[in-house]
């Protein structure tokens, strides 16, 4: 297998993977409105990479899945949110959002190493479409990082402080 297609598969498992980790997270943290619907909003970032990347890669011999699909949330969506609804802002919800966000920032930073060598390999074997693939999608996951950290640095003075 080619380094490109090493890149490509990386970066395609891993945007898939961190858009199941947003959904998941927006869902645990149901009732911290402004991070349930920005995580939904980036989540839909990654998705839109993984069908991107999916379509370059048939050029580059890769037969690489779209995104994955989403079912009905189905019966247990009502007890999530009851259970999320439940949980409110208790220091122990507050120290998982800590820990989702801590693993939500890696997962990113990781796809944005993944961007760097793609647009690297790109430039040293001439794949134009893969570098305007890189420069166009790198900026978002770099968004998602800096989100990310932003939340950090805002929610974990006080979290960490009042946490037993």
Do not use: Y
Not at 21 to 28: G, N
Not at 41 to 55: K, L, M
Not at 60 to 79: E, I, N, R
Request: with cysteine; proline share 5%; hydrophobic share 40%.
């Amino acid at each position: 297998m080619s380094g490109t297609a090493i890149v490509l598969r990386a970066l395609h498992d891993g945007e898939r993977q961190l858009e199941r980790d947003l959904i998941a997270a927006a869902e645990r943290h149901r009732t911290e409105h402004e991070f349930h619907h920005v995580a939904l909003d980036v989540a839909r970032w990654s998705r839109e990479h993984v069908e991107r990347i999916a379509r370059a890669a048939e050029s580059h011999g890769l037969d690489l899945p779209g995104p994955s699909s989403h079912a009905s949330p189905g019966p247990l969506a009502a007890v999530r949110e009851k259970t999320a609804e439940a949980l409110g802002r208790r220091p122990e919800t507050g120290l998982l959002l800590l820990h989702d966000l801590r693993r939500l920032h890696l997962a990113a930073t990781g796809n944005s190493l993944d961007w760097e060598m793609l647009a690297q390999v790109a430039q040293a074997t001439h794949a134009d479409d893969l570098l305007a693939l890189a420069t166009a999608c790198h900026p978002q996951t770099l968004r998602q990082m800096r989100w990310t950290n932003t939340l950090i640095k805002t929610h974990s003075p006080q979290l960490l402080a009042s946490a037993p």
